[in-house]
């Protein structure tokens, strides 16, 4: 998602200034350092010599700000991945729910879910992010016309389809962000070897609420050797650790 950001937009949020007219310098120079470093093609693995040669001449500040856009980057797609995560995880409670309930009618189980899900808005129990899952789950439930007059496993295996699509979905965009994981470490260890901007790196990960959810699921050997590395055997990578899992 692209925003139009301006100094008077950033104004009315801070309501300084001074302090205004830096921060939108700063996110200038960090929108260049974007387009001038291709963050998304470093992603996908494509990374040009010319890259790595302007970042051997770059200030510190500079190395630091392409080390937080290629995190940005994938902070981007595993929030993406939590998402569908998530949406398929209470599809598939649904699912699993009507499952135990084939006595009852697929109408019924779906306002079932709607009337859990309105008690939870009402009770504030839901954030945002949870709103729009129940949601984009809710409007694909309520889509399916399931034939009543079927035995109870042709009724249930005609309700699946659509939601192993989902499933699909999901695993694909869980394996894009591995990839993109593994292409960031590469570009890396090729850009800063054991620098202070890998230790950066890592320790942004592993700080990273959604991505420290993801990497204490999924098994990233370079990262593991990494944290290793350069974290374990302090008192903070202990501290780092226990947010991870």
């Not at 630091?64 to 598939?92: A, H, I, P």
Request: charged share 25%; net charge negative; with cysteine.
């Amino acid at each position: 998602m692209n925003l139009d950001i301006s100094q008077d937009t950033i104004y009315e949020y801070l309501h300084h200034e001074d302090i205004a007219e830096d921060v939108f310098a700063y996110y200038l120079v960090y929108k260049k350092y974007q387009d001038d470093y291709g963050i998304d093609d470093i992603l996908s693995g494509n990374v040009s010599s010319t890259i790595y040669a302007r970042l051997f001449n770059a200030d510190f500040d500079e190395r630091v700000s392409v080390v937080n856009l290629v995190m940005d980057g994938l902070l981007r797609q595993v929030n993406v991945y939590s998402f569908e995560k998530n949406c398929t995880d209470l599809w598939y409670s649904f699912l699993k729910d009507y499952r135990k309930k084939m006595v009852s009618s697929y109408k019924s189980c779906v306002k079932e879910f709607i009337d859990a899900y309105h008690f939870k808005l009402q009770a504030e129990l839901l954030s945002i992010s949870k709103k729009h899952e129940y949601e984009v789950v809710l409007n694909q439930i309520q889509k399916m016309n399931v034939d009543e007059s079927l035995d109870p496993k042709s009724r249930f295996d005609s309700c699946t389809n659509p939601f192993f699509k989902q499933k699909e979905k999901m695993e694909s965009i869980e394996s894009s962000l591995k990839i993109q994981i593994l292409n960031a470490f590469e570009f890396m260890e090729s850009a800063f070897k054991n620098g202070q901007e890998m230790t950066i790196f890592v320790t942004n990960l592993t700080m990273s609420p959604e991505m420290a959810l993801y990497l204490s699921s999924h098994t990233i050997d370079v990262y593991e050797k990494y944290k290793q590395v350069l974290l374990i055997g302090t008192q903070k990578a202990r501290l780092l650790d226990e947010l991870a899992h």
